[in-house]
């Protein structure tokens, strides 16, 4: 049960049994002498006697814990968070000798221990790096080599969920909604004509022919399918310049882990790994849920713990009434900027889409989610999603006494924000996820695997903030 509650918290709980237990002690002893006494003695002496000591004893007892927590408590969690940041996100993390300069030789040691598992770990990295490197370069070239095919390619997992898709193909997917990894197809196109394709393939006809119609406008296109055995489906659809204007470049969007479909489960017992995040942001004209409004939107997705390159909203959104210059000063963004750009209600619902299936995640989620859920009825649609907030995140890995602002989260998790970028919402939102893709291996350290456990140990930092999955 102890093991549960916080190294500090559990110092004050001993410092707090010594000083009820030498209050006991001294209780017990005068009663001794009182009670062995030949005549019969006064008891007020003896009280006055025992609160005395008693309150001597508490303050005695409570400075010598102010003591222990500034000089050993604090500094044991600062070196604690320090190795786990070697230890799980690779985060070359000094130790900070000054503040651990009362654990004897605690912290040159873990300094050592740390310097010599880095020296391992960047040989290691320079080999990953430089094929990471030839494995970028292939990647170009077989995106420029598609993207110049009238074909738009799409992978299908045995579960009909996207696995791949080119550049062709994110351009028709986002006519209907922002194309993302592991959406049901049937989010952009109706299935029947191709499930009746699926029924004529066989051994002797591995690719058919069949016609794709997509949900939002009805327009149909051309297009063959092909098996993969039982790993999944490959879609070739036919496209027209009217169709999909030529691409911008955009990298290849895929993850072959998604080949392999997991039964789904609870959202309490499903491994953090396995979840879909969407981290996001948004830009307003003031500070107030209630009054203000938003001026810009930016997300990005995180699947099985990496940020998917190539997906993601970066939108104005017409706020319908000029924008202050205090705020503007901040974001820089203008009347100007959100002249010709959608309302809420566009901008919302492509979020929506592009957050379907996933746990939302924010900085100071309470704002962010207060504003979606505020213009959820001119969206059409319910924010109902799960929710993480990287404040609380930061409180649970770093102890709630230290800073929980972006900024001070990115600099321990050694996230760089472009001054361009801070306080734009695409800036902040990558910001916010980068920070969680470091944070994920933290946790799992600490032994948090689970969204229901994760949520079970946000809640106990309500005070710090609101856990909006209560």
Request: glycine share 6%; charged share 20%.
């Amino acid at each position: 049960m102890l093991t549960r509650l916080g190294l500090r918290l559990r110092i004050f709980l001993f410092f707090c049994l010594l000083a009820a237990g030498g209050a006991a002690l001294a209780g017990g002893a005068l009663w001794l002498g009182w009670s062995r006494a030949e005549a019969t003695l006064p008891t007020a002496p003896f009280v006055t006697a025992f609160i005395v000591f008693a309150f001597v004893n508490t303050g005695l007892a409570l400075g010598v814990w102010l003591l222990f927590d500034e000089y050993v408590a604090k500094p044991i969690n600062t070196l604690s968070a320090a190795l786990r940041l070697r230890a799980h996100s690779g985060i070359d993390s000094e130790v900070d000798a000054e503040a651990a300069r009362y654990l004897g030789d605690l912290a040159p040691a873990a300094q050592a221990l740390t310097e010599s598992f880095s020296s391992s770990v960047m040989d290691s990295a320079a080999h990953v790096a430089h094929e990471t490197q030839r494995l970028r370069a292939e990647s170009e070239r077989l995106t420029a080599l598609l993207t110049e095919m009238p074909l738009a390619t799409i992978l299908l997992n045995p579960s009909l969920e996207i696995v791949l898709y080119d550049a062709q193909a994110a351009g028709i997917l986002s006519l209907v909604a922002p194309p993302r990894l592991k959406a049901p197809l049937s989010d952009y196109y109706e299935l029947t004509t191709l499930r009746a394709a699926m029924e004529r393939l066989s051994p002797d006809q591995p690719e058919v022919a069949f016609e794709l119609q997509d949900t939002a406008r009805g327009t149909a296109y051309d297009a063959r399918l092909k098996a993969l055995g039982k790993d999944g489906y490959m879609v070739f659809v036919e496209i027209t310049a009217h169709d999909s204007p030529r691409p911008a470049p955009r990298p290849l969007v895929f993850d072959f882990d998604l080949m392999t479909t997991t039964k789904t489960q609870e959202i309490s017992d499903t491994s953090l790994r396995d979840l879909c995040f969407v981290p996001f942001d948004t830009e307003t004209t003031g500070l107030s849920v209630e009054k203000d409004a938003i001026v810009q939107v930016g997300a990005v997705r995180i699947l099985n713990g990496r940020i998917v390159e190539g997906e993601a909203i970066d939108s104005y959104v017409n706020p319908g009434r000029p924008i202050p210059p205090a705020s503007t000063r901040i974001h820089k963004v203008s009347d100007d900027h959100v002249a010709g750009a959608p309302g809420v209600a566009e901008v919302g619902r492509a979020l929506h889409h592009f957050a379907r299936d996933s746990v939302l995640v924010a900085h100071n989620a309470p704002f962010d989610i207060g504003l979606l859920r505020k213009f959820a009825p001119e969206m059409g649609v319910e924010w109902t999603h799960p929710v993480v907030d990287t404040v609380l995140l930061s409180a649970v890995v770093f102890g709630t006494n230290e800073d929980h602002s972006l900024d001070a989260l990115c600099d321990r998790l050694a996230v760089s924000i472009p001054p361009e970028l801070r306080h734009t919402a695409m800036g902040d939102a990558r910001a916010t996820a980068e920070a969680l893709v470091k944070l994920l291996p933290l946790l799992e350290g600490k032994g948090i695997k689970t969204f229901g456990q994760l949520v079970q140990e946000t809640s106990r930092h309500g005070r710090l903030l609101e856990d909006l999955n209560g």
